[in-house]
């Protein structure tokens, strides 16, 4: 049983750069989330998708952010022209429904520091 | 302010007692997660409760949703040491049945 897979799971950057993550979620979930974890808070919603559409972004995910699932499978997240409040835990979710309810299961996270 | 508070913020406990953490709201909570995290790491998914009153227990672990819908407390029976880690409430605030709002989250101790 193969659960949420991210990669990579760290990056280092210099600012200015550009930086793309991968996620590949579970294999029957058609839901696929996004979120960012500073040190000390929970994660905070980015974007998700059903299937190959994006159905909601968070106002937190700015012009330089941007998400795609080509297909209904894997995700990707690129943060063009990284700055320094970037660093952060990236996490990636999919979900099953349970009980009339989604249930999400994250990734391990792809940790990111902007130098 | 947060939509989800959790308190206490961080606890340390010995081996072998019981313990009770809390997760507030102002809104309803349609649908509401608990996971734990080790630090560094990804969420683990522990339970999820969606009608008031209800209550499901995973081992020595009990979660419970008021009537209200609006609080929800998780309770360690004799906890030991790989219950320590970050425990971190998670709700749909919305009734969207989609993007999750989370707590601070409670960094747990556990004391051999």
């Known amino acids: 049983d193969t659960g949420v897979s991210q990669d990579p799971r760290h990056k280092i950057t210099k600012r200015g750069q550009n930086v793309t993550f991968r996620c590949d979620p579970i294999?029957?979930?058609?839901?696929l989330y996004w979120y960012r974890q500073t040190l000390g808070q929970g994660p905070e919603f980015l974007t998700y998708?059903?299937?190959?559409?994006?159905?909601?972004k968070s106002r937190l995910l700015s012009d330089r952010f941007s998400a795609e699932r080509p297909k209904g499978s894997f995700s990707t997240l690129e943060i063009q022209r990284t700055e320094q409040g970037d660093s952060a835990m990236y996490l990636c979710?999919?979900?099953?429904?349970?009980?009339?309810?989604?249930?999400?299961?994250f990734g391990p996270g792809t940790r990111l520091t902007v130098l | 302010s947060q939509e989800l508070e959790q308190s206490p913020q961080s606890l340390i406990v010995q081996e072998g007692k019981n313990l009770t953490i809390n997760c507030t709201s102002s809104?309803?909570?349609?649908?509401l997660y608990w996971y734990k995290q080790k630090y560094g790491e990804g969420l683990i998914f522990l339970m999820m409760?969606?009608?008031?009153?209800e209550e499901k227990s995973h081992e020595k672990i009990t979660a419970k949703l008021d009537e209200k819908k609006q609080q929800s407390s998780l309770h360690i029976t004799a906890s030991q040491p790989s219950h320590a880690g970050i425990y971190l409430c998670?709700?749909?605030?919305?009734?969207?049945?989609?993007?999750?709002?989370f707590g601070k989250g409670i960094t747990l101790s556990v004391r051999p």
């Open positions: 979710a999919s979900s099953s429904r349970q009980e009339l309810r989604d249930t999400q299961y």
């Open positions: 294999s029957e979930h058609n839901r």
């Open positions: 998708f059903q299937n190959e559409a994006q159905l909601e």
């Open positions: 809104k309803t909570l349609y649908g």
């Open positions: 409760l969606q009608k008031g009153g």
């Open positions: 998670g709700a749909d605030l919305t009734g969207a049945n989609s993007k999750l709002t």
